[in-house]
């Protein structure tokens, strides 16, 4: 297989750098090892929620925090990828959501302050339009509604939570009873998601609801309002109830982050774009500085994929890209130590909860974002790293991963094409 540009993975970086390489009219090839964290996501992207990893006090303006954090760390990954491209890469995600056909909003001069499932005010940059009048900053009260016998939403324990963080307005909770479930079956998110894009099943929930909740309130919903077609689903149960209405991501499987990453992918396949699937890769053939090619682990056979330059768009924990030994931990393609620890447990803390030292462990990365050596040499001269699996930074506490994935994809794809 040759291609100009070939991506390797499937999250949001794979995404922004395979958008960014098709939108310059050069080939390219998407290699879609398997499921990313993408399913899993809140769902929305999240450029920079706190200025530094113990703050408290969420950012108000992304483009002005990322400005300072780059000023402040220059080896960073935005400082790294470029604020032109943090900007760019903004607009080319949110022009590429418009053109697939989803309906999202945000811009860079101002995050969302969202409730989560468990009612804690979330930081966000940009986020599905049906999630977006749970804005904090708005001051109506909420009314949180859950479904009877549904257990991934409980709205008692969310709206308790919400009230004690957020205090502005009256939160309280309902619980409904959707035609067809009920406490003695067992359903999930993409059932409900299934149910309420057939018409007569909407619009009883809806009757229930508006005889439960009074006027002037907005109403949260757990993320279920359509599978396949979210965006009239919610449009029409919005219009039903006659309260401006929310989305809240439930905890994983919730529907919002898949129809986001399913939509794209088919919207990249519609393009022309070739995706290899199942294949995950396991090494680079580098020759004078160059990688000739990245081999993939195909069904019953080993595939290699030539091309010009490649984009290598890992995660580095939560899929498993690096290989961890008992002391090293190595990369996946150059087989590159890239951690060396004599007590292995020094990579990991105690506490869940604290910072912990293996989310800094990555790629050594040049200023133009290629993997490098120990002494800042690219390890091949034609590739470039995307997304999480860089050192030397967490991304956890500040609430930057998602924006950091665009950008780095933005500026790796842009390398890749000036290679
Ligand atoms: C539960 C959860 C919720 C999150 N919620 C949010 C959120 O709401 N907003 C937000 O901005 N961020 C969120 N994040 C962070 C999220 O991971 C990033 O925003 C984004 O998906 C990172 O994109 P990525 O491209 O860096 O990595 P990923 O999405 O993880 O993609 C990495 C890719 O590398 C591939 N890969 C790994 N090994 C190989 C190999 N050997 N060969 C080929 N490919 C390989 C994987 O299959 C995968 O496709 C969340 C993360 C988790 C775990």
């Not at 257990?151 to 008692?156: G, H, I, Q, V, W």
């Not at 919610?234 to 439930?250: D, K, L, M, W, Y």
């Not at 997304?387 to 991304?395: I, K, L, Q, R, T």
Request: a negative charge.
């Amino acid at each position: 297989m040759k291609t100009d540009v070939a991506v390797i993975g499937t999250g949001l970086s794979a995404l922004a750098a395979a958008r960014t390489i098709q939108q310059s009219g050069r080939q390219v090839v998407l290699v879609w090892p398997g499921l990313s964290s993408l399913y899993f996501l809140f769902a929305t992207v999240d450029v920079i929620g706190y200025p530094t990893a113990t703050s408290t006090e969420p950012v108000a303006d992304p483009a002005e925090a990322v400005a300072r954090l780059i000023t402040r760390e220059p080896t960073h990954p935005y400082a790294r990828a470029g604020i032109d491209a943090v900007h760019a890469s903004t607009r080319l995600m949110l022009e590429w959501f418009k053109e697939a056909g989803l309906a999202w909003e945000g811009a860079l001069n101002r995050n969302f302050l969202l409730p989560t499932a468990t009612g804690t005010p979330k930081p966000c940059c940009l986020a599905p339009a049906s999630m977006t009048a749970g804005d904090l900053s708005r001051p109506e009260p909420i009314v949180l509604c859950g479904f009877t016998g549904y257990r991934d939403f409980a709205p008692e324990l969310a709206a308790s939570n919400l009230e004690r963080q957020w205090g502005a307005a009256a939160v309280s909770a309902v619980r409904v009873t959707a035609p067809g479930y009920g406490p003695d079956r067992l359903f999930t998110s993409v059932d409900l998601a299934r149910s309420f894009e057939d018409a007569t099943f909407r619009d009883a929930v809806a009757a229930e609801l508006r005889e439960r909740v009074g006027d002037g309130v907005r109403i949260g919903v757990p993320g279920v309002l359509g599978l396949t077609r979210p965006n009239e689903t919610f449009a029409a149960f919005q219009r039903a109830v006659g309260h401006p209405i929310f989305e809240i991501p439930t905890v994983p499987p919730s529907v919002i982050a898949p129809r986001l990453f399913d939509r794209l992918r088919k919207h990249l396949q519609e393009a022309g774009i070739e995706i290899i699937w199942a294949a995950p890769g396991h090494a680079a053939e580098v020759t004078d500085g160059r990688c000739r090619s990245i081999l993939l682990k195909a069904a019953g056979h080993e595939l290699p994929v030539e091309a010009a330059a490649y984009v290598v768009a890992l995660e580095d924990w939560v899929d498993g890209a690096f290989r961890a030994g008992v002391h090293t931990v190595r990369d996946p393609f150059f087989h590159q130590p890239i951690a060396w620890n004599k007590v292995p447990t020094d990579r990991t803390a105690e506490s869940l909860f604290s910072t912990q030292p293996f989310e800094q462990v990555g790629y050594a990365l040049t200023d133009r974002l290629q993997p490098a050596d120990e002494n800042g040499k690219p390890l091949a001269r034609n590739v470039f790293c995307a997304g999480g699996a860089m050192a030397g930074y967490d991304p956890t506490g500040t609430k930057s991963r998602g924006g950091m994935a665009i950008a780095t994809g933005y500026r790796a794809a842009q390398e890749a094409l000036a290679a």
